[in-house]
């Protein structure tokens, strides 16, 4: 069984930053994708960002240019850094680690919160 921990979440003002870091609690081999979900309220989960073992990134077009996912293999840990936060962006944020697809994950973190709000 693999744990996700995550953490980083919390209240920010619009345009404000926050950066979300999720580590797994073991190795868990050499392919696989990490990467964030979110859902808010009344809305369907929604991939945001995901990174594979090697290192190439893919973004939701609603993040581009906004946010920005890296990940330390060392540390099993997964990063994702969100600037100029819009309202919209308020969510339970979800860390996943899928090895097939990142459409299909395996395991999930057990979310944190981001509220965008004045």
């Known amino acids: 069984q693999v744990q996700l921990v995550e953490s980083g979440g919390g209240l920010v003002q619009p345009g404000g930053s926050l950066n979300l870091s999720c580590t797994t609690s073991?190795?868990?081999?050499?392919?696989?994708?990490m990467g964030w979900y979110r859902q808010a309220p009344g809305k369907q989960r929604e991939l945001v960002a995901s990174?594979?073992?090697?290192?190439?990134?893919n973004y939701a077009d609603f993040v581009k240019g906004r946010f920005t996912i890296s990940g330390d293999n060392a540390k099993n840990t997964v990063y994702l850094q969100m600037n100029s936060l819009k309202p919209e962006d308020t969510a339970v944020y979800y860390c996943?680690?899928?090895?097939?697809?990142?459409?299909?994950?395996?395991?999930w973190g057990q979310g944190t919160q981001v509220t965008v709000s004045s």
């Open positions: 073991r190795i868990i081999g050499s392919n696989y994708y």
């Open positions: 990174i594979a073992r090697g290192g190439s990134t």
């Open positions: 996943v680690i899928a090895f097939s697809s990142i459409y299909s994950p395996g395991y």
